[in-house]
């Protein structure tokens, strides 16, 4: 039942009572049964990077973008670096990692959002690089941990997350 109000031509308010608008079942959207797309990221999904390594003018440099290299660079060394593909909750982490927040003004009622690019590479370094092909002096494989990352060259570690980010969506 469902209740309304009436105004008479006397002034009074009258309510009354009628029955409900009788509802009709949704129907459900026609859909195939089986997914055409795998909307979920599959741990397996993996890309490599190539990061080319030479010494210039400057020192050792690095870069994931081949055409780049000048003609000049010599003994150009490749390195491997593997990375998965980011999840929804991984991506956010990220996202997260390359924001500051800062409140301007003397209420604090301004906030301004700007980008922590450094903390959005070490995010992505750290969350998706799975595996490297790094060896030590010696040739015996380097592995990777945390702290490994953190040593590596600036140059090489950034070009690395370069490449990726040609090809994984964060």
């Known amino acids: 039942m469902e209740n309304t109000l009436k105004m008479e031509s006397s002034g009074s308010v009258k309510e009354e009572k009628s029955a409900a608008p009788a509802l009709k079942p949704v129907q459900p959207i026609e859909r195939e049964k089986k997914m055409s797309r795998n909307l979920f990221v599959s741990r397996k999904d993996k890309i490599d990077v190539e990061v080319y390594v030479y010494d210039d003018s ?4 690095a ?3 081949k055409e780049s290299i000048p003609d000049s660079a010599k003994d150009v060394d490749t390195y491997t670096f593997t990375f998965k593909q980011p999840t929804y909750s991984e991506s956010n982490d990220i996202l997260r ?3 500051i927040s ?3 003004g003397g209420g604090g009622e301004d906030v301004v959002n700007t980008g922590n690019i450094m903390g959005m590479q070490t995010e992505i370094l750290n969350k998706l690089l799975v595996g490297w092909d790094l060896t030590d002096n010696e040739g015996n494989p380097v592995s990777r941990s945390a702290a490994r990352i953190s040593d590596l060259h600036p140059d090489v570690a950034r ?3 370069a490449g990726a980010l040609l090809i994984i969506k964060i």
Request: hydrophobic fraction near 30%.
């Open 58 to 61: 400057t020192g050792m440099t």
């Open 63 to 65: 870069t994931h973008d």
């Open 97 to 99: 990692r390359a924001q």
């Open 102 to 104: 800062s409140t301007v």
């Open 159 to 161: 070009s690395a997350v």
